[in-house]
């Protein structure tokens, strides 16, 4: 919280006083902006650093996209145990020794009246 008032702080500070400056002096105060800007821009610190990073993000995407391949190719076989599994459970269910229960085998409910 302090440093988001300090930053508040600083910015209605900075903008009060270029608001009174003059052209020149604003000017001025671009010319030297600008040349601070390109140092950074230039420097080899920053190139690095900028390396650094795409060699970072190249490397998590690398690892994002291997997971992403080892989790489907897991689902895949799963998938495909699954179904192998279901087959032979239904060619084994059906015996030929017991015949499948039919209507004629059960019985009736019994239509006496009770007394």
């Known amino acids: 919280m302090k440093l ?3 930053l ?3 910015a209605a ?3 009060y006083v270029v608001n009174n400056m003059s052209a020149e002096q604003r000017r001025k105060l671009e010319a030297q902006i600008d040349k601070a800007g390109a140092k950074v821009k230039n420097s080899n610190v920053t190139q690095t650093v900028k390396d650094n990073a795409q060699q970072v993000a190249s490397d998590a995407s690398d690892a994002a996209q291997d997971k992403i391949n080892e989790a489907g190719d897991g689902a895949s076989d799963k998938m495909k145990k699954s179904a192998a599994s279901s087959t032979t459970s239904s060619t084994s269910s059906t015996s030929p020794t017991t015949p499948p229960p039919t209507a004629s085998t059960t019985t009736p409910p019994s ?5």
Do not use: D, H, M, S
């Open 4 to 6: 988001l008032l300090g």
């Open 13 to 15: 500070a900075g903008g």
């Open 111 to 115: 239509t006496t009246p009770r007394t």
């Open 8 to 10: 508040i702080v600083g």
